[in-house]
């Protein structure tokens, strides 16, 4: 905890908090001339309804900041070299919309330029921002050693729960605002199960699982898989990966034209192949589960004594 509050970006989060902040103001102080405009909702008086949509799309409003705070201690934890964060610049508009919304789409002269002048506030305080060095690349464990000629299956699946608990929130944040806009009980219940859907999804995807044993490596991520066989494997290093210099595809990146299967930057396993091919898993103790692919090589091409 320390460490996130030493090295987050706090500066990036000011402009989207006074949105947020004017978001939950300016509707407060019009609301009696906002509820006049409201047509009841799911039963619910005039009144209420208002009541209902501010807290509703309030809470969307927050779960926006949290996401920007949680995209930008990402990016800085990504961050090799200064570049510029172009995930902190979604925010200031976004919830200035979601003002809008919780306004009822009252004002919009007043929200359209308060998006654009945050907008172009964040990207100044972006161009200012420095950056925080970090340590280099963290010595290799020798957590699992196997013997040559062993018989052996090594598995490990990878950072599950946060990934897919990222995903999954990211995604109901919207829902509160999508169910205002529903006119009808049963819509709001379709609104919930596609959500629910959809986490399930998100879920799976966020699945990361690799995997050695005497005949190959294979790495999983999604609906993606990729299958070594060992007696293709040429070379083995560790390889200090920058996913913020590749093309990312999903949980896969072409980058420095290896093919990659890691959700986060630091040391990875790289594998070249016979025919040239080049693959980058972010298992946890690359190192380790080198010596484990090196033990399965030995394997199957022993020493001749």
Known sequence: MKEFIRRH??????????????????????????????????????????????????????????????????????????????????????????????ADQSFGVFWLALGVVSLLTQVLIERARQFTPKGGMAEPSQAVVVRPGEAFYYREELNKIPLALRGVIGMWVAAPLIWTTTTSSDDGIAVICMFAICSLFVVFVSRIVFAVSRERVTARAGFRRVSIPISRVRELSVYDYDPLSGQRKGMVTTYDRMS????????????????????????????????????????AHPSQS
């Open 9 to 102: 970006p706090w500066q990036l989060e000011i402009v989207p908090f006074v949105v947020l902040t004017v978001a939950f103001v300016v509707p407060a102080l019009y609301w009696q001339e906002l509820r006049a405009q409201v047509q009841p909702w799911h039963g619910h008086s005039a009144d209420q309804t208002w009541i209902v949509w501010y807290v509703l799309r309030g809470i969307t409003a927050v779960g926006l900041f949290a996401c920007s705070i949680d995209s930008n201690n990402i990016w800085v934890r990504y961050e090799r070299s200064k570049r510029f964060n172009w995930w902190a610049m979604w925010p200031p508009p976004g919830l200035a919309f979601i003002g809008w919304y919780m």
């Open 260 to 299: 990659i299967y890691a959700p986060r930057p630091g040391p990875c396993l790289r594998i070249e192949t016979a025919d040239g091919k080049a693959y980058l898993l972010g298992v946890r103790e690359p190192e380790a589960f080198g010596n484990l692919i090196r033990a399965a090589m030995e394997n």
